[in-house]
């Protein structure tokens, strides 16, 4: 079978079924096998809406591997980058350096979903007996793509193990942080959950609870065809007033939020606060097969702990009822740890050309992996759980 690489700029170039069917097949072991992120409808929703583009900074540039009938084998989807925002994998050091040094950082390749530090495949390679083979087409056509658009380096991030191999194994260097994710250990309600705490953070869990909700705030959860535009109007307000405090810019406009409700409603979970018939906060999450994705947050009215309410606990709640395995939370965060949620290691993989700048990341890399293990471990001996002596 003769196997070819493409680059596709855009996502209206491939089709959606084909797209999903290489990105569904792409995981292994306890990965979600259903991720999100990586399907064509969200991507798609990203370029349709302008929040990705070559103005934005992250021009789309995906890689593909077909046969010689052009039917689609594997996909990573790609961005040529003018810039390191939106990406939660922070080099903005290594582009100082090097600029100081003078090289030329920008472009670069990003091999992720923009805006979205939620760990997923980003070589979708359905599970097969070529499946090796077409891996390593992605990543020489990667390198290829690299070389023909003066690129300095690409960058892959928030790994699954089976594509952090594959990148590895191929001389990228690998590059460790750390996020916080809640785990489903068979509970049958929040109670259930509550009760594997230690007696104290069990009981400072529910005064925040009780707190949040102290000046007549209900909660609802919207997913599918529950969610209407109005539900976006409010929501987007929120994400807007935060975003604009939190990050100066914003990065997903209002016809984005429009889109996804279009094209994956019932891969959406809106968490909305409500108070004096009006909504004052909410958190947009996504669903999976296994996990609950929680994204973005806002709110118009501040109230004792009602970010950990939206945010986590109602997560928590939702993914019980579900019966889904984890909820990821976004990145960083180490007040989530008192809520229950435990640290994970998070990879990512990079390939740099020069010579020079690839050896000065290596040595870094490998104190910085040492520094991020050794604080995981601190910080897991830290969790809310029961040990031994509060039995």
Not at 12 to 36: E, I, Q
Not at 112 to 117: L, Q
Request: with cysteine; aromatic share 12%; charged share 25%.
């Amino acid at each position: 079978m003769t196997l070819q690489v493409k680059i596709a700029q855009g996502l209206k170039a491939v089709p959606a079924a084909a797209w999903d069917a290489c990105a569904a097949g792409s995981g292994s072991g306890d990965d979600d096998l259903n991720n999100p992120f990586v399907s064509h409808a969200f991507l798609s929703a990203l370029e349709d809406s302008g929040c990705v583009g070559a103005k934005t900074g992250w021009a789309p540039l995906h890689v593909i591997v077909e046969d010689e009938a052009e039917n689609l084998l594997g996909a990573a989807p790609c961005y040529l980058k003018s810039h390191s925002m939106g990406e939660y994998v922070f080099d903005h050091s290594w582009a100082d350096a090097y600029t100081r040094a003078g090289g030329r950082y920008y472009p670069k390749l990003q091999v992720a979903v923009p805006f979205t530090p939620a760990t997923g495949p980003r070589l979708l390679v359905p599970s097969g007996s070529k499946a090796e083979e077409v891996r390593s087409y992605l990543i020489a056509g990667l390198r290829a793509l690299r070389d023909q658009t003066g690129a300095s380096s690409i960058h892959a991030t928030f790994l699954q193990d089976r594509d952090l191999q594959a990148f590895t194994s191929e001389s990228f260097l690998q590059r460790n942080d750390q996020q916080f994710h809640w785990f489903n250990e068979g509970y049958g309600s929040f109670d259930g959950f509550l009760d594997a705490l230690a007696s104290r953070k069990r009981k400072a869990i529910r005064r925040e609870r009780r707190d949040a909700l102290a000046n007549d705030v209900s909660i609802e959860w919207l997913t599918g065809a529950e969610i209407t535009e109005a539900h976006w109007d409010a929501f987007f307000a929120f994400y807007m007033d935060t975003g604009s405090r939190k990050w100066g810019r914003p990065y997903l406009n209002r016809r984005f939020f429009s889109l996804i409700g279009e094209r994956m409603a019932d891969r959406v979970l809106l968490v909305m606060a409500k108070r004096n018939g009006r909504y004052i906060a909410g958190a947009i999450n996504f669903i999976g097969a296994k996990r609950l994705y929680g994204r973005n947050w806002g709110c118009i009215e501040d109230h004792p702990f009602l970010h950990f309410e939206v945010c986590y606990y109602q997560s928590i709640d939702f993914a019980i009822a579900r019966g889904l395995d984890r909820v990821e939370a976004g990145a960083q965060g180490e007040h989530k740890l008192a809520r229950g949620y435990k640290p994970v290691i998070t990879s990512s993989a990079h390939d740099i050309a020069d010579p020079s700048l690839r050896r000065a990341v290596e040595a870094y890399l490998e104190q910085e992996r040492l520094y991020v293990s050794e604080a995981a471990d601190e910080l897991a001996e830290a969790t809310p759980f029961k040990h031994r002596e509060d039995e």
